[in-house]
C-alpha cells in the first residue's frame, strides 16, 4: 500500500465517527483555496465513501494522472477510476494477489469482491443521561489499515443494507450482522476475563465495568446474565429446560449468554450441574452479574422467572435434559436393586412435608417457622391410594429429598426410597421414567413434566394458577375459616387466594390468619388415582363425562385471569372435586 500522509490517515481513521453532514463539511473546505493533485484525489476517495458520488465524478476531470502516477498513487488513481465507471487500461491494473485484486475483478469480470466486517472495540464512550456507547475499529483485509466506527454508523450499518467502502482503498466492506456479534462476543469474553478480580471473583469495580460493556454492546451484540435457581430444584430443573425450548423455537433474543451456577447448586443435587454442564457453559461470573441487572434487557429473563410456562409446545419438544447410557444402565440396576423387576410399571409418590422447609428454610430470618407449610400433606394419608395401586400390579417407590418420617406401610410393592435408597442420580431418574407421579407439589417431579409423564397432583393449593400440562390431573385442597366446617365455594377461593396467598400486606396476613387448608382425605386420594388410571388408559370421557365441569373450571379462571393461557389446556380438574364446588 502506497504511503498516505500523516493527516489524512487521521482524517480516514476518524471517518465514521462523525456525522455525515460534517464530513461533507470538512471536504467541502478543504476544496476552497485549491489542493495538490493528491489531496485532491484522497478527498474524491472522501466522497464515494460519504456517497457522493455525483461530486466525486464532477471532481475526477480535474486529475492528472500522470503527476499521480509519479507521486506513487496509481493503486489508489486506479479504484477511484473503477468506482466511478471510468475506463482503465488492462495492463495497468494491479495482478489479482496485490491487496488492490478487487479492481481487477471489478474491472475485467464486474464482479465487485465484498470483505466482511470483523471489528474490536476500541473504547467505551459516556455521555450524560444516555446508554454507553462503543466505539468500534476495524482492519481492512485489502489495504490493512484501520477505520473508526461511531456508535451512529456501527448502527445505520447494522440496520441497513450493511454496504461501506474502505476508506483508504475504497474495497467493498460488508457489514454481516452474524460475524460482527462473533467478533464482538470474542472481544467481550476476553474483556471480562480481564476485568478487576479478588480471589478470582469480579470485584464491584469489575461488574460495574462488565455490566456496561454489555450496555453498549447491547445494539450490536448483545449480551446477558442468568443463574440457574439455587433455592427449588423444581426451578432448577424447569427454568433452563423453558429457556432452551425458547432458543430452539426462536423466541429468546440472538444473544451471547453467560450463565452462572451458584456453589449451592452443587449441594443440591450434584447429578442435575453435571447434566446441565453439558449443555451450559458454565461461567463463573454469570450468577453475581444476573443479581445485578434483575429487570434489565440483560437478564436472561427464563432463567428467572417464577411463572411456570404456559406453552404446550415445550412439553412435546424433547428434554433438554438427557441421562448417558451408563447412567441409564446404572440406574436400572439401582432400580432392580431396590425390588422392582425390570420393565414392571412403577409410580413415584412425592409427598413434601414439614422437613423440606425446615431443611431449605433453616436460620433464614426472612422465613419464619411454618412457611410453606400451607404446601404441606400427610404421607399416611396417601396410604389407601398405594395399597389400591400395589394391588392393580404397580410399584409404588417414595421419593423426595427430606422427609419428617419413613412409611410405616411400605410392602414389596411400595418402597420408602426416600430414607433407604436415595441417591442424586435417581432423584432424576426415577420422576423421568415413572409410569406417572403422584404428587402434592412439583420439586424434582418437574423431571416427570420435561419426560412427559403423566402426573397427578394431590393437595394443591394455586387453584388460580394449576399445571397446564398435558395427561395432567388436579386434585385442590379445601379452604376454609378457621374453627369452621364449612368450605368456602370456588369463587371465593379464586377471588381472594391469589393476590393474599403470599402478600405481607397486613391486611392479606390479617386475613389469612383467619383462614385454613384442608388436606384431601384418603378416599379423595384414591378416587383421584382411579382417575388418573382412566386419564392415561383413555377411558377418561366414557367414565367420568366431565367435559362441562372441566370447561366452566377453566373459563372462570380465564374470565378472572385473561391471557394466562387457560382456554384450551388439556389439563384435567378432579372430577369429584368440581361436582363437590360447581353443583
Same mark, same amino acid.
Given at each position: 500500500?502506497? @504511503?498516505?500522509?500523516?493527516?489524512?490517515?487521521?482524517?480516514?481513521?476518524?471517518?465514521?465517527?462523525?456525522?455525515?453532514?460534517?464530513?461533507?463539511?470538512?471536504?467541502?473546505?478543504?476544496?476552497?483555496?485549491?489542493?495538490?493533485?493528491?489531496?485532491?484525489?484522497?478527498?474524491?476517495?472522501?466522497?464515494?465513501?460519504?456517497?457522493?458520488?455525483?461530486?466525486?465524478?464532477?471532481?475526477?476531470?480535474?486529475?492528472?494522472?500522470?503527476?499521480?502516477?509519479?507521486?506513487?498513487?496509481?493503486?489508489?488513481?486506479?479504484?477511484?477510476?473503477?468506482?466511478?465507471?471510468?475506463?482503465?487500461?488492462?495492463?495497468?491494473?494491479?495482478?489479482?494477489?496485490?491487496?488492490?485484486?478487487?479492481?481487477?475483478?471489478?474491472?475485467?469480470?464486474?464482479?465487485?469482491?465484498?470483505?466482511?466486517?470483523?471489528?474490536?472495540?476500541?473504547?467505551?464512550?459516556?455521555?450524560?443521561?444516555?446508554?454507553?456507547?462503543?466505539?468500534?475499529?476495524?482492519?481492512?483485509?485489502?489495504?490493512?489499515?484501520?477505520?473508526?466506527?461511531?456508535?451512529?454508523?456501527?448502527?445505520?450499518?447494522?440496520?441497513?443494507?450493511?454496504?461501506?467502502?474502505?476508506?483508504?482503498?475504497?474495497?467493498?466492506?460488508?457489514?454481516?450482522?452474524?460475524?460482527?456479534?462473533?467478533?464482538?462476543?470474542?472481544?467481550?469474553?476476553?474483556?471480562?476475563?480481564?476485568?478487576?478480580?479478588?480471589?478470582?471473583?469480579?470485584?464491584?469495580?469489575?461488574?460495574?465495568?462488565?455490566?456496561?460493556?454489555?450496555?453498549?454492546?447491547?445494539?450490536?451484540?448483545?449480551?446477558?446474565?442468568?443463574?440457574?435457581?439455587?433455592?427449588?430444584?423444581?426451578?432448577?430443573?424447569?427454568?433452563?429446560?423453558?429457556?432452551?425450548?425458547?432458543?430452539?423455537?426462536?423466541?429468546?433474543?440472538?444473544?451471547?449468554?453467560?450463565?452462572?451456577?451458584?456453589?449451592?447448586?452443587?449441594?443440591?443435587?450434584?447429578?442435575?450441574?453435571?447434566?446441565?454442564?453439558?449443555?451450559?457453559?458454565?461461567?463463573?461470573?454469570?450468577?453475581?452479574?444476573?443479581?445485578?441487572?434483575?429487570?434489565?434487557?440483560?437478564?436472561?429473563?427464563? &432463567?428467572?422467572?417464577?411463572?411456570?410456562?404456559?406453552?404446550?409446545?415445550?412439553?412435546?419438544?424433547?428434554?433438554?435434559?438427557?441421562?448417558?447410557?451408563?447412567?441409564?444402565?446404572? @440406574?436400572?440396576?439401582?432400580?432392580?436393586?431396590?425390588?422392582?423387576?425390570?420393565?414392571?410399571?412403577?409410580?413415584?409418590? &412425592?409427598?413434601?412435608?414439614?422437613?423440606?422447609?425446615?431443611?431449605?428454610?433453616?436460620?433464614?430470618?426472612?422465613?419464619?417457622?411454618?412457611?410453606?407449610?400451607?404446601?404441606?400433606?400427610?404421607?399416611?394419608?396417601?396410604?389407601?391410594?398405594?395399597?389400591?395401586?400395589?394391588?392393580?400390579?404397580?410399584?409404588?417407590? /417414595?421419593?423426595?429429598?427430606?422427609?419428617?418420617?419413613?412409611?410405616?406401610?411400605?410392602?414389596?410393592?411400595?418402597?420408602?426410597?426416600?430414607?433407604?435408597?436415595?441417591?442424586?442420580?435417581?432423584?432424576?431418574?426415577?420422576?423421568?421414567?415413572?409410569?406417572?407421579?403422584?404428587?402434592?407439589?412439583?420439586?424434582?417431579?418437574?423431571?416427570?413434566?420435561?419426560?412427559?409423564?403423566?402426573?397427578?397432583?394431590?393437595?394443591?393449593?394455586?387453584?388460580?394458577?394449576?399445571?397446564?400440562?398435558?395427561?395432567?390431573?388436579?386434585?385442590?385442597?379445601?379452604?376454609?375459616?378457621?374453627?369452621?366446617?364449612?368450605?368456602?365455594?370456588?369463587?371465593?377461593?379464586?377471588?381472594?387466594?391469589?393476590? /393474599?396467598?403470599?402478600?405481607?400486606?397486613?391486611?392479606?396476613?390479617?386475613?389469612?390468619?383467619?383462614?385454613?387448608?384442608?388436606?384431601?382425605?384418603?378416599?379423595?386420594?384414591?378416587?383421584?388415582?382411579?382417575?388418573?388410571?382412566?386419564?392415561?388408559?383413555?377411558?377418561?370421557?366414557?367414565?367420568?363425562?366431565?367435559?362441562?365441569?372441566?370447561?366452566?373450571?377453566?373459563?372462570?379462571?380465564?374470565?378472572?385471569?385473561?391471557?394466562?393461557?387457560? &382456554?384450551?389446556?388439556?389439563?384435567?380438574?378432579?372430577?369429584?372435586?368440581?361436582?363437590?364446588?360447581?353443583?
Amino acid at each position: 500500500m502506497t @504511503a498516505i500522509s500523516p493527516p489524512d490517515i487521521q482524517l480516514t481513521r476518524e471517518l465514521f465517527t462523525l456525522p455525515r453532514e460534517k464530513s461533507l463539511g470538512i471536504v467541502a473546505s478543504s476544496l476552497v483555496g485549491g489542493c495538490s493533485q493528491t489531496d485532491l484525489l484522497f478527498l474524491i476517495r472522501t466522497l464515494l465513501v460519504l456517497g457522493a458520488t455525483e461530486q466525486a465524478k464532477s471532481l475526477f476531470s480535474r486529475l492528472d494522472h500522470n503527476l499521480l502516477d509519479q507521486a506513487g498513487q496509481r493503486p489508489l488513481l486506479q479504484a477511484v477510476s473503477v468506482r466511478l465507471g471510468q475506463p482503465t487500461a488492462w495492463d495497468n491494473l494491479p495482478p489479482a494477489n496485490d491487496d488492490y485484486r478487487w479492481i481487477r475483478f471489478l474491472a475485467k469480470k464486474g464482479v465487485d469482491i465484498s470483505y466482511p466486517t470483523e471489528p474490536s472495540v476500541r473504547g467505551l464512550l459516556f455521555q450524560p443521561d444516555v446508554p454507553p456507547q462503543v466505539l468500534l475499529e476495524d482492519r481492512c483485509p485489502c489495504c490493512h489499515n484501520q477505520c473508526l466506527f461511531g456508535p451512529e454508523k456501527s448502527q445505520e450499518l447494522h440496520s441497513g443494507s450493511g454496504e461501506w467502502l474502505c476508506p483508504h482503498c475504497l474495497a467493498q466492506r460488508i457489514w454481516e450482522k452474524t460475524t460482527v456479534r462473533r467478533c464482538l462476543w470474542i472481544w467481550y469474553k476476553a474483556y471480562l476475563s480481564g476485568l478487576p478480580r479478588q480471589e478470582g471473583e469480579l470485584t464491584e469495580t469489575g461488574c460495574q465495568e462488565a455490566i456496561l460493556a454489555a450496555l453498549a454492546l447491547q445494539p450490536l451484540a448483545p449480551v446477558r446474565f442468568g443463574s440457574l435457581c439455587p433455592a427449588a430444584i423444581g426451578h432448577a430443573i424447569m427454568n433452563p429446560s423453558m429457556y432452551f425450548f425458547s432458543l430452539q423455537q426462536g423466541q429468546e433474543p440472538i444473544s451471547l449468554d453467560i450463565i452462572g451456577i451458584p456453589p449451592s447448586m452443587t449441594r443440591l443435587n450434584s447429578q442435575l450441574t453435571t447434566m446441565w454442564a453439558r449443555h451450559i457453559d458454565f461461567s463463573r461470573d454469570g450468577e453475581r452479574l444476573a443479581h445485578k441487572v434483575v429487570g434489565s434487557p440483560l437478564m436472561i429473563e427464563s &432463567l428467572a422467572s417464577y411463572d411456570i410456562t404456559r406453552d404446550p409446545g415445550l412439553f412435546n419438544a424433547p428434554p433438554s435434559l438427557v441421562f448417558t447410557l451408563t447412567e441409564e444402565r446404572q @440406574a436400572r440396576e439401582e432400580l432392580e436393586r431396590m425390588g422392582v423387576p425390570h420393565g414392571a410399571p412403577f409410580v413415584c409418590l &412425592l409427598v413434601r412435608d414439614s422437613a423440606y422447609d425446615q431443611i431449605k428454610y433453616a436460620g433464614n430470618p426472612t422465613f419464619p417457622p411454618g412457611c410453606g407449610e400451607e404446601r404441606y400433606a400427610d404421607i399416611d394419608s396417601y396410604e389407601e391410594a398405594c395399597l389400591f395401586l400395589a394391588e392393580l400390579g404397580y410399584y409404588v417407590i /417414595r421419593t423426595g429429598f427430606h422427609v419428617a418420617k419413613p412409611l410405616k406401610w411400605a410392602s414389596k410393592r411400595i418402597i420408602d426410597y426416600s430414607t433407604k435408597y436415595r441417591s442424586e442420580l435417581m432423584d432424576l431418574w426415577l420422576p423421568a421414567r415413572c409410569f406417572f407421579l403422584f404428587a402434592n407439589v412439583g420439586g424434582i417431579g418437574a423431571m416427570a413434566s420435561i419426560y412427559r409423564r403423566p402426573m397427578l397432583f394431590t393437595n394443591h393449593i394455586f387453584h388460580y394458577r394449576p399445571p397446564v400440562y398435558s395427561n395432567t390431573l388436579v386434585l385442590f385442597k379445601h379452604l376454609r375459616r378457621k374453627n369452621s366446617r364449612r368450605y368456602k365455594d370456588l369463587d371465593y377461593i379464586l377471588d381472594h387466594v391469589d393476590d /393474599r396467598l403470599y402478600n405481607s400486606n397486613p391486611d392479606a396476613v390479617k386475613w389469612y390468619s383467619t383462614m385454613e387448608w384442608v388436606d384431601n382425605s384418603p378416599q379423595e386420594l384414591k378416587d383421584a388415582a382411579m382417575e388418573m388410571l382412566s386419564l392415561i388408559d383413555g377411558t377418561w370421557e366414557q367414565k367420568y363425562a366431565s367435559l362441562t365441569e372441566q370447561a366452566s373450571f377453566w373459563k372462570m379462571l380465564e374470565e378472572r385471569y385473561p391471557g394466562r393461557g387457560f &382456554l384450551g389446556v388439556q389439563t384435567k380438574i378432579s372430577t369429584n372435586y368440581l361436582r363437590m364446588y360447581l353443583h
